[in-house]
């Protein structure tokens, strides 16, 4: 298997610096035990004007063959020959992918040491793999790396015998990727589609699949237009962990999601006013009312559920009334831009005690999120499909179950008075739905009463005497014992939403 990543520079910033960020000298040759044979980096290549690194990966069929069946995939008797005779040793596949993922594992992560302020600068990048397993051929290529910002994605299918062209192609391609990329950007991309285009993984597709999966697509998988396929394809078509998978996908759209949106709308229907007489922006209100609830309800420890990028966060850190804040969402991105938000680095150990951030999905229940004071849901539960709503009302108000829980979502009937929005439109283009005054009020009574809490509402922004507020808040209140135990959604794999 064989794959080279080539750059471009000039005096000032040298194509060598390819080599800082791989953490692979130029000057030597490198060998790296796998699993499953040897890989050796090198650079056929290496000035400031161009430099090539070259990932050269020697597969031994036989510990392949062995490595199977001491983990029980031995496969039948009758399939003995077609387990050493096969393309494993020379097609780009997922053994690939894992010595990507090993060899380059700090330039994957996006991490420099020696020069912190390279992986985040694009490179002019050209990726070149001979021999790639395309099952869906080079349109299904197409699919999966055009929508990923390259300049070019050039797929030549590579014919099954020169000499008899008429025999047509293989289901093997050559693969140039060309386009300005950040090299962990690229690295990711290839870690996952490598398998993808395979579609035949070597090892046990275990659930922590899921975890590598969110992790190296984080940015880029969620709204690829062919996210699902990629994400079947990936898991090897395991129903349960594809299930798992396409959930917490949804779900980290949030990160898209600034909590400044509706301030954004106020901005754009006031810009004309002058600076005095603008009004406070609606997300601030939101983050006041909330503040305002949780200090009325006694509230020390909080969770912040859907945090997004660490407003309310950062709110709460401002108050020392709240003595633990813990801030949980799917997307690790989402949570970067957080701590970055949030000075976590540079925050004194005294500040620093008080907070936590860490990924988790609401679809399913964990652990760590039981025994806290109070939980926030602000402007997350339109974000999910609703048959997936009883899925986070269990999680949260079921197992979780802090004494107060607070939701606020927008009120779709004051839509009408945003100027700049169109009749017919939601506030922001991830809402999956956005209710009536009623129609949240029925839903709060009913998780209420399932749950065993009490229900108070509390108008968000300028109440409106014709279409209510522009947001909604439920303030719920735990009065005794839940009257239902679980639900159906949560009811097959608890164990694994322990973590999710």
Request: glycine share 8%; proline share 6%; hydrophobic share 40%.
């Amino acid at each position: 298997m064989f794959l080279t990543i080539s750059t471009t520079g000039t005096t000032e910033k040298p194509a060598t610096d390819l080599g800082f960020l791989l953490h692979k000298h130029p000057g030597r040759a490198q060998a790296f035990t796998t699993s499953h044979g040897t890989a050796h980096v090198f650079y056929p290549e290496a000035s400031a004007e161009r430099c090539t690194a070259a990932l050269l990966l020697e597969v031994d069929p036989v510990a392949l063959v062995r490595r199977g069946r001491e983990k029980g995939r031995g496969g039948a008797p009758d399939a003995a020959l077609a387990q050493y005779v096969n393309d494993r040793p020379y097609a780009a596949s997922s053994l690939l992918a894992v010595a990507l993922g090993g060899v380059f594992r700090s330039a994957l992560n996006g991490r420099c040491t020696a020069r912190p302020e390279l992986p985040g600068r694009p490179l002019a990048l050209r990726i070149e793999i001979p021999a790639l397993p395309a099952r869906g051929g080079a349109a299904l290529v197409r699919r999966l790396f055009e929508p990923l910002g390259w300049d070019r994605v050039d797929v030549e299918p590579v014919v099954l015998d020169e000499k008899f062209p008429q025999w047509g192609d293989s289901r093997y391609v050559r693969l140039v990727l060309d386009g300005g990329q950040r090299l962990d950007d690229a690295l990711r991309q290839l870690y996952v589609l490598l398998p993808v285009l395979d579609d035949s993984k070597h090892y046990w597709v275990a659930p922590d699949e899921v975890d590598k999966l969110l992790r190296a697509g984080d940015g880029w998988l969620a709204g690829h237009p062919e996210h699902a396929l990629i994400t079947a394809r990936y898991l090897a078509r395991d129903k349960r962990l594809t299930r798992d998978a396409m959930e917490r996908l949804e779900l980290a759209r949030l990160a898209e999601v600034d909590g400044s949106e509706p301030e954004e709308v106020d901005n754009a229907v006031d810009e004309s006013r002058d600076t005095e007489e603008r009004p406070v922006p609606l997300a601030v209100r939101r983050r006041e009312a909330i503040l305002a609830a949780l200090r009325s309800a006694g509230a020390a420890r909080v969770l912040d559920l859907g945090c997004g990028q660490g407003q309310l966060v950062q709110a709460l850190l401002k108050d020392v009334t709240f003595t633990e804040i813990v801030g949980v969402d799917v997307s690790t991105h989402a949570l970067a831009v957080a701590a970055r938000r949030l000075r976590l680095e540079r925050m004194g150990e005294r500040q620093s005690s008080r907070v936590r951030l860490f990924q988790g999905s609401l679809a399913y229940t964990d652990k760590r999120l039981v025994g806290y004071d109070a939980a926030v849901l602000s402007e997350v539960i339109e974000h999910l499909d609703l048959p997936r709503l009883p899925a986070l009302e269990y999680a949260v108000f079921g197992a979780a179950r802090p004494r107060t829980v607070l939701v606020t979502t927008p009120n779709v009937e004051y839509n009408v008075r945003w100027e700049t929005l169109p009749a017919g439109h939601v506030r922001h283009r991830d809402h999956r739905f956005e209710w009536t005054r009623e129609e949240f009020r029925t839903w709060a009574r009913r998780v209420a009463d399932r749950y065993g809490y009490a229900v108070a509402y509390v108008p968000v922004g300028e109440d409106d005497p014709e279409v209510g507020p522009p947001t909604q808040m439920a303030v719920f209140t735990a009065t005794g014992e839940p009257a239902t135990t679980q639900t159906t959604e949560t009811t097959t794999t608890p164990k694994e939403g322990e973590a999710a």
